[in-house]
């Protein structure tokens, strides 16, 4: 069966940057694109952007361009999101997300990895 | 980049039906069948009930049906039951030059 799992929780100062992994397992993880999704404390859902993990193409909401970077490892099927100069409405459960099709973006995502709180405080 | 629109709260008694509306614009809900629903219970990561406008996913109920007119969609959700009170977004596909995925502000349901 497919599975997403995700890096533990984190503590970051303002300023500084995270790391996110998401391990792929029970698909061939180059078959499909992986979103990032995040969601504050209390509210709804917000897309960041999306890998290709076959080319490593991205393509990242206007709002995080310049502090995100989403990257990938195919030889252990782990995608990585990596947000900088962290702020403190940075604050938030982050998921990565796979589409219910392989190699598109447009459609719904069905598996979802657990989710990783970051959370930014001086 | 600007959010669908839903209604922050919606309601029904066991066994009634109620749909959940999301607005947004010809460059995104109106543009394409590419509108997905996700139900989200507290503490827990969201879950894909429709996509593509009006498809199920393997094992979710048929009680959940999905629709489009013009720059809404639709979400129903017939004979309500206990455990379908939640959290539901939607999402949909945007930006043809430059795609992207915009999600609504999410509607409460409350099973009465």
């Known amino acids: 069966q497919v599975q997403l799992v995700q890096s533990g929780a984190e503590v970051k100062k303002p300023g500084a940057s995270v790391k996110v992994s998401c391990k792929a397992s029970g698909y061939t993880f180059t078959g499909y694109y992986m979103h990032w999704v995040r969601q504050a404390p209390g509210q709804g859902l917000e897309w960041m952007g999306w890998i290709n993990p076959n080319s490593g193409g991205t393509n990242y909401a206007q709002k995080f361009q310049g502090r995100v970077t989403m990257t990938r490892d195919t030889s252990i099927s782990t995608a990585y999101m990596e947000l900088s100069r962290l702020r403190s409405d940075d604050t938030a459960v982050y998921y990565c997300?796979?589409?219910?099709?392989?190699?598109?973006?447009?459609?719904?995502?069905?598996?979802w990895g657990q989710g990783t709180l970051v959370t930014v405080s001086s | 980049q600007s959010a669908l629109t839903q209604p922050p709260s919606a309601s029904g008694s066991p066994g009634q039906s109620v749909t959940i509306s999301c607005t947004g614009t010809s460059s995104d809900v109106g543009g394409y069948n590419y509108v997905s629903w996700y139900q989200q219970h507290p503490g827990k990561a969201p879950k894909l009930m429709i996509y593509e406008v009006s498809k199920r996913p393997s094992g979710v109920p048929d009680r959940f049906s999905g629709s489009k007119s013009g720059n809404t969609a639709s979400l129903t959700v017939s004979g309500l039951q206990a455990e379908d009170e939640a959290d539901y977004y939607c999402s949909s596909y945007a930006g043809s030059n430059n795609p992207y995925v915009v999600f609504g502000g999410g509607t409460k349901l409350t099973v009465l």
């Open positions: 997300a796979r589409p219910i099709t392989p190699m598109t973006t447009v459609t719904g995502s069905s598996d």
